[in-house]
């Protein structure tokens, strides 16, 4: 009986140290002064633009438009701009990379900007459309006061659908709010 309850204690307390230990992993993802997490950057250091590239998918059924015309450029990614949890402001540490984009498209007036909201799987999927879409807007608000004209900016909200990670864990969540770019090629 006393060796039952020793065996008892002894999992209780393990149990409470592994759970500890994962809320002081997960809470040591640094954050700047917005509570915007502060990720390792997967885009170089500024730069120029036409340096990053990646795929962009496409819908072969529509040759690649948009619905409105505008065609992504293939080959080509732009930062990916990150956001705090449940928060749709742009963060001191993400700002940098929208001020490089907007430098870019007032260089390169050819081109738009296709500007997707997206977030992690907490919440509705209702409201997660809702919050995709706040953050697109705020990317595109900044943008405007940067001086890129809005007729060259589109957003749309993915909310959860379009997981950059699928993992269970807070950097996973972290990485999935977040704002897309797209460069385009505008009608």
Same mark, same amino acid.
Request: net charge neutral.
């Given at each position: +009986?006393?060796?039952?309850?020793? #065996?008892?204690?002894?999992?209780?307390?393990?149990?409470?140290?592994?759970?500890?230990?994962?809320?002081?992993?997960?809470?040591?993802?640094?954050?700047? /002064?917005?509570?915007?997490?502060?990720? /390792?950057?997967?885009?170089?250091?500024?730069? !120029?633009?036409?340096?990053?590239?990646? !795929?962009?998918?496409?819908?072969? +059924?529509?040759?690649?438009?948009?619905?409105?015309?505008?065609?992504?450029?293939?080959? $080509? *990614?732009?930062?990916?701009?990150?956001?705090? =949890?449940?928060?749709?402001?742009?963060? @001191?540490? !993400?700002?940098?990379? #929208?001020? /490089?984009?907007?430098?870019?498209?007032?260089?390169? *007036?050819?081109?738009?900007?296709?500007?997707?909201?997206?977030?992690? !799987?907490?919440?509705?999927?209702? =409201?997660?459309?809702?919050?995709?879409?706040?953050?697109?807007?705020?990317?595109?608000?900044?943008? &405007? &006061?940067?001086? $890129?004209?809005?007729?060259?900016?589109?957003? +749309?909200? =993915?909310?959860?659908?379009?997981?950059?990670?699928?993992?269970?864990?807070?950097? @996973?969540?972290?990485?999935?709010?977040?704002?897309?770019?797209?460069?385009?090629?505008?009608?």
């Amino acid at each position: +009986m006393k060796f039952d309850k020793i #065996l008892i204690v002894s999992l209780l307390t393990g149990i409470l140290f592994a759970g500890a230990g994962c809320n002081i992993f997960d809470s040591q993802i640094p954050v700047d /002064q917005t509570g915007a997490p502060i990720l /390792q950057s997967e885009t170089p250091p500024p730069g !120029e633009i036409s340096s990053w590239t990646k !795929e962009i998918e496409t819908d072969p +059924m529509s040759s690649g438009l948009t619905k409105d015309g505008w065609q992504p450029i293939e080959n $080509v *990614t732009l930062p990916t701009v990150y956001f705090a =949890y449940d928060r749709s402001v742009i963060g @001191a540490s !993400e700002r940098h990379k #929208l001020n /490089q984009v907007a430098k870019y498209l007032k260089e390169n *007036t050819t081109f738009g900007l296709i500007i997707e909201g997206h977030c992690d !799987e907490k919440g509705s999927a209702e =409201y997660n459309r809702s919050l995709g879409e706040r953050r697109a807007i705020a990317a595109q608000d900044y943008l &405007k &006061k940067a001086g $890129v004209s809005e007729k060259r900016l589109k957003t +749309m909200s =993915y909310g959860e659908d379009r997981l950059a990670h699928k993992a269970d864990t807070e950097v @996973a969540h972290a990485k999935n709010r977040r704002v897309e770019l797209i460069l385009a090629k505008t009608h």
